[in-house]
């Protein structure tokens, strides 16, 4: 089975742009979930979804939201960029049980300038 | 508030000694308990969990022990290689309230000397 892919790995904006990030699970995977990760902060939980759901919410600003499609992939947004929203942004997939490992992508590096 | 907590931001380890990762957790709803481990430039990698009804569970070199009434579980390296030397996170959810939500520690980089 392919992995998590997340796309674009690199990406540079600049404050008040925004930005879209894209993640594909695991096939056959129905549960994404976002994190953002900075450093001495560990992951941060953003948001899950599952079957297009939001199912969960972190404690973050509305400007951070997502998305996700019929076939599972979901789409992360972040408006009016700050320069501490520079940081990697994981995606992890799981098939959506309570006690899943999830399987995560290599990240997008966001640089905000 | 941070409900996950690795308070050790790095180890040191001779190559062949045992490593142990601590985690502690406020949460007494957490019942699910996962290990992962990061190189640099990628997403973590699922090592072990251990459900709440554990206190213990071993996979190869990799054991996780959980003490319930403490908060605090543990990850077990024997014996460390020097390609165990990576940033290693612990997470928890509460998967009994099916809120599918995962907290991470803020990691420990583990150094295995050779």
């Known amino acids: 089975k392919a992995g998590v892919t997340q796309t674009p790995r690199y990406l540079i904006k600049t404050r008040g742009q925004q930005v879209t990030l894209s993640c594909s699970p695991i096939?056959?995977?129905?549960?994404v979930s976002w994190y953002q990760q900075t450093p001495g902060q560990g992951l941060q939980f953003l948001f899950e979804?599952?079957?297009?759901?939001?199912?969960n919410k972190g404690n973050f600003p509305g400007r951070f939201s997502g998305r996700q499609f019929s076939n599972s992939r979901s789409e992360m947004n972040v408006s009016t960029l700050e320069l501490g929203d520079s940081a990697l942004y994981l995606c992890?997939?799981?098939?959506?049980?309570?006690?899943?490992?999830?399987?995560f992508g290599p990240g997008t590096r966001l640089t905000v300038l | 508030d941070q409900q996950v907590k690795q308070n050790s931001p790095s180890l040191s380890v001779q190559e062949g000694r045992i490593s142990i990762l601590n985690c502690d957790y406020t949460?007494?709803?957490?019942?699910?308990f996962l290990w992962y481990k990061k190189y640099p430039a990628e997403g973590p990698t699922f090592l072990i969990s251990?459900?709440?009804?554990?206190d213990k569970n071993e996979d190869g070199r990799f054991t996780v022990f959980l003490n319930k009434s403490a908060k605090h579980l543990s990850l077990h390296i024997v014996p460390s290689q020097p390609g165990d030397s990576a940033v290693y996170f612990c997470?928890?959810?509460?998967?009994?309230?099916?809120?599918?939500?995962?907290?991470f520690g803020t990691g420990t980089r583990l150094k295995v000397l050779a």
């Open positions: 096939s056959g995977h129905r549960s």
């Open positions: 992890a997939s799981t098939e959506g049980g309570p006690y899943n490992e999830q399987f």
């Open positions: 251990i459900s709440s009804i554990k």
């Open positions: 997470a928890a959810s509460e998967g009994d309230s099916g809120t599918y939500k995962y907290i």
């Open positions: 949460n007494s709803m957490f019942d699910y």
């Open positions: 979804y599952f079957s297009e759901t939001q199912r």
